[in-house]
């Protein structure tokens, strides 16, 4: 049977919940990622290890200007929705 026919067939009948897994999974990369960086520099700190201390910090920090970076990118794409829905009601 052809994926075509499957698709066609198939009737949904209530929305996906990917929205809500989606965000969970964010959220579980992200601290997962934070759980990490925490643990590299735990044991830098721990056998005394300059580089290893700069290496973690500078992973946390790209980390969180990342999270700036996706932030202001989705507050920047929901005004532009907000003005281009102003914009086909006047």
Not at 27 to 54: D, E, N, Q
């Amino acid at each position: 049977m052809h994926a075509s026919k499957r698709c066609k067939t198939f009737i949904y009948t209530q929305k996906p919940q990917l929205m809500f897994s989606r965000t969970i999974i964010n959220r579980l990369v992200i601290f997962s990622f934070l759980v990490l960086v925490g643990y590299w520099l735990a044991k830098a700190f721990y056998h005394k290890s300059v580089l290893g201390v700069i290496l973690a910090l500078v992973s946390l920090g790209a980390g969180i200007y990342f999270l700036y970076i996706l932030a202001s990118a989705r507050k920047e794409m929901e005004m532009e929705m907000e003005a281009e829905n102003i914009n086909q009601h006047s």
